[in-house]
């Protein structure tokens, strides 16, 4: 399995930002698929989480009703659309990928997924 994401960059608060993961190596539909971001000195946090075959789909609460996570699974592209932007969403974006557990829970932290795209940066300034 290999992921790579991209899209991130600089946003003013209460802007928008697209993020892009493209996933090989694995039926993206089937998956766990999932972003997580880490900002400087902290650690890793869920950011949504979904499952195309079951159509489920899973939120942190800081982001909820802002982000849309989605998936492409004929182009096998995992997507983050990110709106009214706090600064506090500044951090490094990672998607990630696991083979499911469970038939409607998505995985929601970082120790269960073992496959990883780079970050992509995402600043937010006020």
């Known amino acids: 399995v290999q992921l790579q994401a991209y899209g991130g960059g600089s946003a003013q608060a209460g802007g928008s930002l697209r993020l892009s993961c493209a996933a090989s190596?694995?039926?993206?539909?089937?998956?766990?698929m999932a972003w997580f971001r880490q900002a400087p000195g902290k650690g890793r946090e869920f950011v949504a989480a979904i499952r195309i075959s079951t159509n489920t789909e899973a939120y942190s609460d800081s982001v909820k009703g802002r982000f849309t996570i989605s998936g492409d699974n004929a182009k096998n592209f995992l997507y983050l659309e990110m709106g009214a932007l706090k600064p506090e969403d500044t951090a490094l974006y990672y998607c990630?990928?696991?083979?499911?557990?469970?038939?409607?829970?998505?995985?929601?932290?970082?120790?269960?997924?073992?496959?990883w795209g780079q970050g992509t940066q995402v600043t937010v300034s006020s």
């Open positions: 190596g694995l039926d993206l539909k089937y998956y766990d």
């Open positions: 990630a990928a696991q083979v499911p557990k469970s038939k409607y829970y998505v995985r929601r932290l970082p120790e269960e997924y073992t496959s």
